[in-house]
């Protein structure tokens, strides 16, 4: 009794404050959330007959080892590239260094297999390069000459690398900015030069932004499932789509996926080792700017040439080839097809958008009126979803999804003789919801940022005045959201719009987006038809870019990345970065 006694009074100061609604709404919506990962390990425990043993014998070792192999090379390359770029853009000063500052984001806005592909267009056998040797030096055959193959896993390595970089120079950028001019000047006074304070100092305490830059594009990487597919690199994520479509088996598919789970957690895990509980602060409330070094002359056009090639390579040339696809087919690419597959990405978009910002409004407002860990608890879900690859949350989703429908219908059936089929299953809901949980995490991170900059001092004026907590909330809180709402459907919008993963395995039949029709002509060799929805999907990812360009460039702050707690989800420190 002595224990139950403070429940009970917990329980009614909810009730009395009008919390209690809040709070089960978001515990709710974080067991939706949830979900998928929960339907996962229920799948993988049913027998899948010969299935399993026939995967671990011929499919699971090679499909870990090329896994392994490519987020090495990524995590190895974009750490390099990205972590390079951020410190000449930000401590030294050369010619183009201001334009190359928002330049080195745009890569963010080209999806992996979008790329993949204009390369493979490139570089490929049939592609224009080989072409252009072939007829230069009269080669008639491979055998006349050597080139190398890109669809390899070092093909892959070094195109996903291309455009996953930015999300190292994201956070590594960020917490350069705010480094303490102090400590760099200190360093500089002690006699150390500009790159012994670069090793020594400057990289260390960038270490946790460094680690969580590296982690979400290792999340990325295993996400991804077309690019993988075209340079013919067979990892898990090409593995569970494969078991579930090809062999017809949904339990070895579940299976795979758990052992991405264990991949997903590794990479969490061993990012908070790597932040374990370092804090660095400022000793000041004042920010001066950052001390620069000018680079002349030769070494001014080695840090342009150096920041200039990943922009080159990751946008600039991909850029060109869609122009070229889209100018060269434009007639063919605005067939029916292509604004049916358009009007479909938006609608989707839309309300993936929509359903988000108000799940995300939902779950941020009950963690700000309540001190209950649980609540505290079921906000940290939403990050676990944002790491979840595509492929997995498709299969996590489609049982939950598929035993309602049963239910739904077994019930009609059984009242009123009629039968309702599939309702939310195999329709255009399973993706909005698939989208939803996926990107909740940048809505929820926009949403918290903004609410964070209002008073709780409003909010007890408002109670004053005997407005409710709701009341509350539509008339004083959302108005004041508006910036921050905008920015988290802007996320999840351009998000849904890229998302091919989720995508291909949850759409209806005869039912297409730009990315899945991107997939699907690329997949038949029919790279220049691609074009145009390629094309639409880059320019409409370029609008989160160049926001995102605005407000890290909006100045300094006396809080660094590295100063983030270590209970911080990656997905969460990138957003609230960006």
Excluded at 216 to 235: P, S, Y
Aim: hydrophobic share 55%; net charge positive.
């Amino acid at each position: 009794m002595r224990q139950r006694a403070p429940l009970r009074r917990r329980l009614r100061r909810l009730v009395e404050s009008g919390n209690l609604g809040w709070s089960i709404a978001a515990l709710i919506l974080s067991l939706i959330a949830l979900a998928p990962v929960i339907a996962i390990a229920v799948i993988a425990l049913r027998p899948s007959g010969d299935t399993w043993p026939h995967l671990i014998a011929n499919v699971l070792p090679s499909a870990l080892q090329r896994t392994l192999g490519l987020m090495a090379g990524v995590g190895a390359l974009t750490l390099v590239i990205g972590t390079g770029t951020a410190w000449l853009v930000t401590m030294y000063r050369f010619p183009g260094r201001r334009l190359l500052q928002w330049l080195l984001l745009l890569p963010l806005a080209m999806p992996t297999y979008i790329i993949a592909y204009t390369y493979l267009e490139m570089l490929d056998y049939s592609g224009s390069l080989q072409a252009f040797l072939r007829a230069s030096f009269g080669w008639h055959s491979a055998k006349d000459y050597w080139f190398p193959d890109i669809r390899s896993l070092g093909g892959a390595i070094l195109v996903m690398s291309a455009v996953l970089y930015p999300y190292v120079y994201i956070t590594a950028r960020a917490s350069f900015i705010a480094q303490s001019v102090c400590v760099l000047e200190v360093s500089r006074t002690l006699g150390r030069s500009a790159a012994e304070t670069f090793w020594q100092v400057a990289l260390p305490l960038a270490r946790p932004a460094l680690a969580a830059g590296v982690a979400l594009a290792l999340m990325e990487t295993l996400n991804d499932i077309g690019a993988v597919e075209f340079f013919g690199v067979r990892t898990l994520t090409v593995a569970v789509y494969d078991t579930w479509l090809d062999r017809n088996s949904l339990a070895g598919a579940a299976q795979l996926a758990c052992v991405m789970l264990v991949f997903v957690a590794a990479l969490l895990i061993g990012e908070r080792l790597l932040r374990a509980k370092r804090r660095f602060h400022h000793t000041t409330g004042r920010c001066r700017d950052l001390p620069e070094d000018e680079l002349a002359r030769w070494r001014g056009a080695l840090a342009f040439a150096a920041c200039a090639l990943p922009v080159a390579f990751g946008f600039v040339v991909p850029g060109i080839v869609l122009l070229g696809d889209a100018y060269a087919h434009v007639q063919a690419g605005l067939a029916p097809e292509f604004w049916e597959a358009a009007a479909n990405s938006l609608m989707l978009a839309a309300a993936a958008a929509a359903l988000a910002v108000s799940f995300a409004v939902v779950l941020a407002y009950a963690r700000r009126q309540t001190r209950s860990e649980l609540i505290q608890a079921a906000s940290v879900v939403p990050a676990i979803s944002y790491a979840v690859p595509g492929t997995v949350l498709a299969i996590g989703l489609l049982i939950p999804l598929a035993g309602l429908d049963n239910a739904i219908d077994g019930a009609m059936r059984s009242t009123f003789g009629v039968s309702t089929g599939l309702l939310l299953s195999g329709t255009a809901f399973a993706l909005v919801l698939a989208y939803t949980i996926r990107f909740l995490a940048a809505s929820l991170g926009a949403v918290e940022a903004g609410l964070s900059k209002i008073s709780r001092n409003i909010d007890a004026a408002a109670r004053t005045l005997g407005a409710t907590v709701s009341k509350t909330l539509f008339r004083v809180h959302l108005p004041l959201l508006r910036p921050a709402l905008g920015a988290a459907a802007l996320l999840v919008f351009v998000d849904s719009m890229k998302e091919l993963p989720a995508t291909l395995l949850l759409r209806p039949f005869n039912f297409d987006t730009l990315s899945t029709q991107v997939f699907t002509l690329v997949s038949l060799y029919r790279y220049e038809e691609a074009g145009l929805s390629a094309l639409t999907i880059v320019v409409v990812s370029l609008a989160p870019v160049l926001l995102l360009h605005g407000i890290i460039a909006g100045g300094r702050r006396p809080i660094s990345a590295s100063s983030l707690p270590a209970s911080e989800a990656p997905g969460e420190m990138a957003l609230r970065i960006s």
